[in-house]
């Protein structure tokens, strides 16, 4: 527990769910382009997927030290 009031935990809550759906698009659109790429076939599907989500993440972690 936080320490979070009622409205505290709404506003948390809503930005949890915003910053997942802007996940899921990102990762939705980067999939789509590299689908037209010429890409390797060694690499194609689910390494794709997974080096995306490793570069995806650790950009995430980037902004985590930006809220003080």
Known sequence: NKGYGFAQ???YAL???AGF???LVLMA???EK???ASV???V???ALALMLAGLLSVTFMGFAGLGG
């Open 44 to 46: 194609r599907g689910t």
């Open 9 to 11: 935990c709404i506003v």
């Open 34 to 36: 590299l689908e037209l």
């Open 40 to 42: 390797p076939d060694v």
């Open 15 to 17: 930005g949890a769910g």
């Open 21 to 23: 759906t802007l996940a």
């Open 29 to 31: 659109g980067l999939r």
